[in-house]
């Protein structure tokens, strides 16, 4: 039995639009290198686990622990400047904005200019299309170049844990592969990921741990292969 | 010909100060989609604050350029702190209420701003010294004043440093954002109750400058100076597109023009109705304006 | 409220007063002559003391020190509003009715022109209500529709001697029309640019009155306009013209009441909630847009007539957008879409600051703060509306 404090952590959380629950009591633990997957049904909550951990939902009750510190009462702009980003569900890059100034907000609470150069660089080197297109308008990219922005955005804040959210929708196959190698990459660079992935085979495969929820509930918590291997998750998830 | 340059100047003249006050409706719209109703009280606090401020300062014997720099200075910086009180005060706590309600309380605010304007200094009009003001010249027939070339120089400059600030700076760069995904600016580390503070600052600084401007051209200021302009602006900034920040200066100068021209060509009297009919038609017609809008049309 | 909210409430307030005094020194305190304080002192003194007052007041009733005296009166109201519920309707509207018959024999002139006034406001407010509470539409130009009410008895008795009675139903039916001129082009925008827009044609009717000499005698206004008459009566005193204008404020509750429980009620309240729902389930949105500015312009008409029949004389001055938001403010801060909430917002519009005439200089100011308060603190009014129903979640 591990004792190694989880760098992230939801223990009985409830969360609310309104009136409308969408969390009804959420436990899951996320340790440090890991990639913990979230898959579940449209409307199962698992967008809204990855606000509410990041305070845009407000949390009714429980725990949101990050690093063993409470952060229910955290605002959300204070998150990346502790290593907590999101790369939130349809991409919400700056349209607006260049590729290069959507990179700068990515970094807008860091004040290192050297290291913030040193990092554009590296981003670039991850993404040679950006690099391209990086006085181009954010909102005239194409949907899969779009990803790439948001993704790089997240990686400016030099995230300790990083939550994604269906980083694979909308995008064409080849394009998914890419992503999420380089989500392998990062992990691999000791990046903690939580995944939110409709495309749950895509999710468990590059999982460590993964879990299940169903209408605001986790209903189901193991390892990602034992999950691809699970009968009912085969059918209920991956299409057998 | 001469009597059309002679408008053409005078509309440029007015149509900067429009400008000016177009810039704070459309940067707070952009932002937080609200009509800051009392806008216009910031042009009107402005204009007092001046003529208090260069009163003062001549008085104690200082260069008229002088005390007029250090008042515009000190005008503006004050009306931004106003602005932020009155955001803090009567806005920041509606930002989740309905828009009708926000609209109510911002036009509460700019009665009360208003009275309180009359309260302090009076009903009367308060006369702006003209030393500063007065002088011209001739080109033929045409005559431009000292203080027309003021205003477009100063608006201009005023103009310039508000591009450098909002393109080219790291914290104009987060105004942008904020504006356009309020959310995800949060998700990156951008604090949005500092950007929109900002913006209502700055916004009303600009609108302060408009209203020295205002007091130096006609001579004085009135606690009710900042309704009619106000409105007017507002017309600019959706002539131009909400949000838009060229859009507030196109706006302004073509609302200027128009009421001068109109005022000059078909009827002095009727004058201001113009720039209504225009934000009637802009708004049947095409309601994101010349250049388009630029507001946050995203949600959670 | 633990001490640490406490001290929070008080550490903001204490911030609040000291942004005050930063902002009130300027304006007070630069003179030419010199700097001077002892003015901005005395008022932040004022406000000061208030402040604190409030504050005080308020965290006593929070710790619930206040419910020796609140619990009562709150069982009191209670018991109060039950007997009111349990009350025939018609036996209370009977006796307020008789008092208000009652009313001109027992007070003085004064109160007799407060009483007008009061009246007055109802039918704009119930008005109003139509256009803001019922269908939805944020109207800040209401008060053109008073003034057109207003001029057209003004120019019909003075060029064409036509009588009082005669001219009510017109001046209401070119304020209608003047109504469906001025709502239809804002029947495609939404709500905070459909209110800019009615208050640019309120003040585009302002400038017209102001301007269009040969019509309206412009800034001077319109003298000399005759009281009514009726079968060789002429309604010369107050008290008269106040039985006129009770009787056209009770005709406006009826058909307001009406208007509320009716179908066109409900599609109004349908285009209000969700104006593309509504489309989509048959409602024609745009006749019934139009109607309601309409009918709230109707009775603004039958208003304004009868404005210019007690003053005898109109003028542009009178029907300014501060007058607009007047009206606006008492829909809203006494609830928009309920009868007896506009009437209480009228009362503590247009009453409660005759109580207080010293202060007349402030009266404005008051108002203006007060809005904004309200917004923050009560939103939906002193007597906000029923809703006709009950959703799911507030039945028993």
Redesign the interface.
Known sequence: MTDKTPILELKNVVSAYG?IQALKGISLKVFEGEVVSIIGANGAGKSTTL?TI?N??KAVSGDILYKGERINSV???????MGL??V?EGR?I????TVL?NL???A??RRDTAGIKDDVERVFDLFPKLRERRKQLGGTLSGGEQQMLAMA?ALM?RPKVLLLDEPSMGLAPLLVKQIFDIVKMINEQGVTVVLVEQNANLALQAATRGYVLETGNVVMEDDAKALLANPDIRKAYLGE | MDFFLQQLINGITLGSVYALIALGYTMVYGIIQLINFAHGEFFAAGGYMGVILISYLSAQGLHPYACLAISLVLAMGYCALLAMAVEQLAYKPLRQASRLAALLSALGMSIFLQNGLMLTQGVYDKPYPTEITSGGFEVGAISVSYMQIFIVALTAFLLVGLNLLVFKTRIGRAMRATAQDKVMSALVGINSNRIIALTFAVGAGLAAAAGIMVGLYYGSVNYTMGFVPGIKAFAAAVLGGIGNITGALVGGLIIGMVEIFAAGYISGEYKDVFAFIILIGVLYFKPTGIMGENVDDTRV | MTIHESKRLWLACGVGLVWFLLLLWPLLGIKPEGLEFASTFKVFGYVAVAAVFVMFFYQVKEAGYLDMVGTPTKQASTALGKTYDKAPTWLLLGIVLAAAIAFPLVTGRYAHDVAISVLIYVCLGLGLNIVIGLAGLLDLGYIAFYGVGAYTYAILSINYGLSFWLCLPIAAVIAAIAGCIIGYPTLRMRGDYLAIVTLGFGEIVRLILNNWMSLTNGPNGILSIPRPELFGYTFRSLSSMYYIILGLAVLTILAVYRLNYSRIGRAWEAIREDETAAELMGVNTFLLKLLAYAMGATFAGFAGAFFAARMKFVGPESFTFLESAMVLAMVILGGMGSIPGVILGVLALVALPELFREFQLYRMLVFGGAMTLMMLVRPAGIWPAKRVGRRSEEAE
């Open positions: 009136r606000m990041c845009i939902v605002n959300s702009d204070i998150l990346p400047t980003c999101q939130p919400r700056f349209p607006r904005l100034e700068d907000m990515g807008f609470f955005r804040s």
